[in-house]
């Protein structure tokens, strides 16, 4: 079965700065998605960024980009020039393709708090 | 609606008590997910419905919850004989299958659950 482990349950970070959120899984499987999401305090999950494991190119959207280590089975979240509204719960998500898995449910990790202090 | 939509936003019941939950998925969504997010955790997957049917119900906890999807579109989780320990947001996505786009789950805004 696979497992999803973020091992940083709180992170800070300077409005303006870089702050890089952890997330390691363990899977037997080729092919899969990696999501982050992120889910302020109004508990609605919220798409953050999504690599497809059979890229080598990391993905990247606006601020975000993620930094997926493959074989050591990593997939990190990099925000850059850190807002205020960043400050939420963060989690990192795996999902079987369609293929090998019945729908794709989304296995998550425990969450990582983060903090953007003015 | 342009979104998840899910009702009530918060259920408050007795232990023993018998609850449903509503999700109403994006429409032309043929897939829709329900998990279930304990405190200070991520959510852990309960069921998942391609179209009317039941495609995996594994993350089932036991025989007191069941859910339908009797037309393929609104979604009713139901929980019988409440006990303490399900209290949690309970959460429903759904996508479209088979896009482009990986089938990206869109998810609603949650129902927390108290049971007293």
């Known amino acids: 079965a696979q497992t999803v482990t973020q091992s940083q349950p709180e992170m800070s970070v300077q409005e303006a700065e870089t702050v890089t959120l952890s997330c390691t899984y363990d899977?037997?499987?080729?092919?899969?998605?990696l999501f982050w999401y992120k889910q302020p305090p109004s508990r609605q999950m919220i798409l953050v960024i999504r690599?497809?494991?059979?890229?080598?190119q990391n993905a990247t959207e606006n601020r975000f980009s993620v930094n997926f280590q493959k074989a050591a089975k990593s997939f990190s979240l990099k925000i850059s020039d850190s807002q205020l509204g960043d400050a939420a719960m963060y989690f990192c998500?795996?999902?079987?393709?369609?293929?090998?898995?019945?729908?794709?449910?989304?296995?998550f990790g425990q969450g990582t708090e983060l903090s953007v202090k003015p | 609606g342009a979104g998840v939509s899910q009702t009530p936003s918060n259920k408050v019941t007795e232990k023993g008590k018998y609850v449903e939950l509503r999700c109403d998925p994006i429409?032309?969504?043929?897939?829709l997910y329900w998990y279930r997010q304990s405190l200070g955790q991520g959510p852990e997957f309960l069921i998942y419905?391609?179209?009317?049917?039941?495609?995996?119900d594994s993350g089932l906890p036991n025989d007191r919850f069941f859910a339908v999807r009797p037309e393929g579109s609104v979604s009713t989780l139901k929980i019988q004989r409440t006990e303490r320990g399900d209290s949690a947001v309970y959460l429903c996505?759904?996508?479209?299958?088979?896009?482009?786009?990986?089938?990206?789950?869109?998810f609603g805004p949650g129902t927390r659950l108290t049971v007293l």
């Open positions: 996505a759904s996508s479209l299958m088979h896009s482009g786009m990986g089938g990206e789950q869109f």
């Open positions: 899977t037997s499987e080729s092919d899969y998605y």
């Open positions: 998500a795996y999902r079987s393709t369609p293929l090998w898995n019945q729908g794709g449910k989304l296995i």
């Open positions: 690599q497809e494991a059979y890229k080598q």
């Open positions: 429409s032309g969504h043929t897939a």
């Open positions: 419905f391609q179209g009317t049917g039941a495609a995996d």
